[in-house]
């Protein structure tokens, strides 16, 4: 049983890696110019019509904000810093994009990863990004504060310590503004509902656009 259950669980999970990649090949890079989301299910739009999550929100204001950029959502739900980091090189490749925003971490923290490793995966996306033409941008995460406050600060500083070593721009965490208000989140009080979707664009936005080249 314990057998049939790992076996489920990771058929699962790679149907959605497929689904990602099958999205993420609807945009044909060279086209125009492309941003790479590189996310777990904050960005997945989990439990939610995907165009109503925060990412294709932000594929709107681009167009409606005369951005030329086509935004390619390679986001699995569950995903770590690891996992990322093992899909990202086939992914740039492919898309050669021009920014790729790394939201990632979550997972890794409920895990309690050491925060080497969580550094290490984080700092090896960014520079894999560089390297091959695009420019990184990196999103704070956060986790509840029951996992003691040592792991807990540490956490969130990891981000902000890869971000100024490599100087590559940080989200500041982009749930902040819904994080106390439970209606902001679906019934597992985890994912944030749809109607929260436009505040977290928001709260990443300043930071997407100051990393953008002049429409």
Known sequence: MLLRLVVTAALAFAACCARAEAAA??????RSP?????????SAAYGIPAERGWVALLQERLRQRGYPHGVVNASVSGETTAGGLA???????????QMVLIELGGND?????????????????????????????????????????????????????????????????FLADIAL??????????????????????????????ALPAP
């Not at 090949?25 to 060279?30: D, F, N, Q």
């Not at 977290?200 to 997407?208: E, K, Q, V, Y």
């Open 109 to 173: 923290g409920l895990r309690g990863l050491p925060l080497t490793e969580l550094e290490d995966n984080l700092r090896r996306a960014a520079v894999l990004c560089r390297d091959a033409g695009a420019t990184p941008v990196l999103f704070e995460m956060r986790i509840p504060s029951n996992y003691g406050p040592t792991y807990t600060q540490g956490f969130q500083a990891a981000f902000t310590k890869v971000a100024r070593a490599l100087d590559v721009p940080l989200v500041p965490f």
């Open 25 to 30: 090949g609807e945009h044909v890079a060279g």
């Open 87 to 97: 899909r990202l090189p086939a992914l740039l490749d492919r898309h050669r994009p």
């Open 34 to 42: 492309t941003i790479l989301v590189l996310g777990d299910s904050l």
């Open 181 to 210: 208000d439970p209606d902001a989140f679906l019934d597992d009080g985890i994912h944030p509902s749809a109607d929260a979707q436009p505040r977290m664009l928001d709260a990443a936005w300043p930071t997407i656009e100051a």
